[in-house]
């Protein structure tokens, strides 16, 4: 007999292929979680002078020697002459990358030689090129490395959203990577069509972790690779996907076939972290906006969203973020943290990422991974210093890779004290229903358009770091849902949770969603309104007895991705499954505020 209070993170990977009729009792206590012991921690601020809440510190992992990269580690860089470009989509037009601007990002030591970065090559690596470098790297070689070529999904225009799985287990198979101990690495590439540096530099990292100067951290972990997530875009040169959605903004509700491969992916494999390689604009708003370009070379963020366990938050900090900044410091290019600007010209404020549980960096955290985003100079300058863009995404990602493999037991260890933590915490306790930006003064440098010169600004800045936590509520045992909610119930199995049938009619304790306020508006995100419209909705609650039909569906929350339940199933939030017409009336959800007595078939 099975209880949803018992699940595991190997009894959420299977793919059952049976029925099994199951009486659920009260909740099993998983008191203390002292049974996982975590690494020691202490404190210290993030460099650059950036303090993080909850910041830590750690004495150096034992591990392998550092990984040498070709081109890492040589001091300065020579500047080499680089052609202006046009700017293409700068809004003031008619503005070109002037020479003393384009002598600050000189390229690299190392060339990179993937198909869409030959000489002479005026476009990036098409799709039919991408499949071909990993089939060839899936073929057999002598290294005692494994490669699988996974097509993860096909996407809205029938091109295959390819993935390059390497490990040295016994074999590729889901058995063999369980039995080799090794945690498996996720790299995500061009979610948004129009930013294929971090595309190019995954098959560069593909091809230095089967036969390269990388292939040494596969002997202790497992590294999948998805360099192309947007297979349409890229073709189009366009950020969204063919149905004109940002795929980065569905990683919750999986309304596009390219979300659902990658939570495929999640689910299958159980990346124990989770990196996403973007490029952001360099000219267009902040030319137009604040009279400068873009002056980093990378911008990064950890997770930032509520509810996010503090341990996975903190891994994401000290153990990625610190090291990756030291990374690209040594290979003389700048960072700073994410940050975006809205498309309303008179909005003089800068925004770090969004705080919703919508985007793959926020989403994987929710389910226990630790998550980066890697940020590079790139979109709207065609391809200049595109060798210096890949470098940037491959020095950050390769900084990720040696950091995992450098810290498995203690990634594991965190991983199981926080699937663990989050079980127990069913039936007590509270979460945070949304969490909002908090706003600061802080100095950001841009570069003069002519002069290259940098040029420093005070700006009103919404930090993600430090975040107003918003309204309470109290953590349910589980959530009901109606016979009917299929499409809800669809998507919740495919972001890993465990949902249960109703097998016969009973009762449960509920709390009920009752509508006090209504309105339909714009959906929201960082850059200000977009074009789809959410149904939000204020809501009071009422505890009643409710009966249970047969056919209708349980999803526990003592399971360990509990906290991506209740960013789906809490009706009044932007990003609620009722937000976004999956859950159609409030009657179809409920609270259920005991451990019911019910009879279950789980099924698939």
């Known amino acids: 007999m099975m209880k949803p209070d018992a699940v595991s993170p190997s009894t959420q990977r299977a793919v059952p292929g049976w029925t099994s009729l199951t009486v659920i009792a009260a909740a099993l206590a998983l008191s203390a979680c002292s049974s996982t012991p975590l690494p020691a921690w202490n404190s210290t601020p993030i460099a650059g002078g950036q303090p993080a809440p909850g910041t830590v510190t750690t004495k150096p992992a034992s591990g392998p020697s550092p990984v040498q990269i070709p081109g890492i580690g040589s001091p300065g860089v020579v500047a080499t002459p680089v052609e202006t470009v046009p700017l293409q989509g700068s809004p003031l037009g008619g503005w070109k990358e002037s020479d003393e601007v384009a002598a600050r990002f000189p390229d690299p030591e190392r060339s990179y030689a993937t198909p869409g970065l030959s000489a002479g090559r005026t476009t990036y690596t098409s799709n039919a090129e991408l499949g071909q470098w990993l089939r060839q790297l899936a073929t057999p070689g002598q290294s005692g490395t494994k ?91 366009r950020r969204s996907t063919a149905n004109g959605l940002d795929m980065n903004r569905d990683h919750l509700l999986l309304q596009t076939p390219e979300a659902q491969a990658l939570a495929k992916l999640s689910r299958i494999y159980r990346p124990i972290a989770v990196f996403d390689a973007h490029e952001f604009t360099v000219a267009g708003r902040y030319l137009e906006k604040f009279k400068g370009v873009q002056r980093y070379d990378a911008l990064l963020q950890t997770p930032t969203t509520a509810n996010v366990h503090e341990f996975i938050a903190k891994a994401s900090t000290e153990w990625y973020l610190l090291p990756m900044q030291k990374a690209l410091t040594e290979q003389g290019q700048s960072t700073n943290w994410y940050y975006t600007t809205t498309r309303d010209p008179q909005d003089l404020s800068l925004s770090m990422g969004g705080v919703r549980p919508d985007t793959g960096r926020n989403v994987n955290a929710l389910k226990n991974a630790a998550t980066m985003l890697v940020e590079t100079r790139g979109v709207g300058i065609g391809r200049a210093h595109i060798q210096r863009r890949v470098h940037s995404q491959y020095v950050a990602l390769a900084s990720a890779l040696q950091t995992t493999a450098q810290r498995t037991k203690e990634l594991e260890q965190v991983r199981n004290y926080a699937n663990r933590d989050i079980a127990s915490q069913a039936c007590r306790g509270e979460f945070t229903l949304e969490s909002q930006q908090t706003t600061e003064k802080r100095r950001v440098v841009f570069l003069d358009p002519q002069t290259g010169e940098e040029m420093q600004q005070e700006v009103d800045w919404h930090s993600s770091v430090k975040l107003n936590p918003g309204p309470k509520r109290a953590r349910p045992c589980g959530y009901w849902l109606a016979g009917y909610a299929t499409d809800a119930v669809d998507k919740l199995r495919a972001l890993g949770l465990q949902v249960l049938r109703v097998a016969e009619p009973g009762n449960l304790l509920a709390d009920t969603y009752q509508e006090q306020e209504r309105s339909s508006s714009a959906k929201s995100d960082v850059l200000g309104p977009g074009q789809q419209s959410v149904e939000r909705v204020k809501v009071g609650l009422e505890r009643v007895a409710i009966d249970v039909p047969e056919g209708s569906y349980y999803v526990p929350l003592n399971q360990s991705l509990a906290n991506v339940a209740i960013a789906a199933l809490e009706p009044d939030t932007q990003s609620s499954f009722f937000a976004n017409h999956i859950i159609s009336s409030l009657n179809d959800v409920a609270r259920s505020m005991n451990n019911p007595s019910l009879v279950y078939e789980e099924t698939e």
């Open 147 to 237: 490669a699988e070529l996974v097509t993860a999904g096909t996407s809205q225009e029938g091109q295959p959203i390819l993935a390059l799985l390497l490990t040295r287990a016994a074999s590729t198979s889901l058995h063999d990577l369980d039995q080799s101990q090794r945690p498996t690495v996720l790299l995500i590439g061009q979610q948004h069509g129009d930013e294929p540096a971090g595309s190019e530099a995954l098959l560069a990292l593909a091809q230095d972790l089967k036969q390269g100067p990388l292939a040494s951290v596969l002997d202790k972990i497992n590294v999948l690779l998805v360099p192309r997530a947007n297979p349409d875009g890229a073709a189009a040169g």
